[in-house]
């Protein structure tokens, strides 16, 4: 059975983000409301359109039109190989799940968005951190990450823009991380 970690970010939010004057805490942007949708749409029809849909659970892996609209967003994407997801929590849980077996090596930034670490463990991998440093530009160090991959590490888990400084990795740094998650055949 899988033991993931007490999601702390979240239980914090819970009991404290609703009661504030300002919320600097948030990690999202401020939401629509139904009537701000509407009007961003800019279609008159849609509410007409949308009247007489059945509220179901719908396509489980998003409906084929949506799938294409976003497989069309890429070159040589096939629908079929879009799997769409409820958020980023449920698309990262399901790489983790398909990927990490008990005993892997699965290095993460840190700090990070808790999930990118505690799921990992949770599945039973060792998780070892990358730690981001201020004094660093919150930005990996190639050398610390060549040091704490091994022959069993499955996964190198980073996050761009990183959450929760916002620094971004740079396309030559991306690629270096990549040869070095070859090498070692992550």
Known sequence: MVKVDEFLVERWMNEY???VEVNMAETCVQPFTLREFLEFTDRPDFMDEIMDRQLTYGWIEGSPELREGIAGLYRDVDPGDVLVTGGAIEANFNSFYSLVEPGDTVVSV???????????K???????????????????????????????TKMIV??????PSGSLIDTPTLRAICEVAEGVGA
């Open 122 to 152: 949770g599945f039973g991998a060792n998780v070892k951190p990358l730690r981001l440093l201020p004094e660093k530009g919150w930005l990996p160090d190639m050398e610390e990450l060549k040091e704490l991959v091994d022959r069993k």
């Open 158 to 163: 980073v996050n761009n823009p990183h959450n």
């Open 110 to 120: 840190y700090p990070a968005y808790q999930q990118l670490y505690s799921v990992p």
């Open 17 to 19: 983000e609703h009661d």
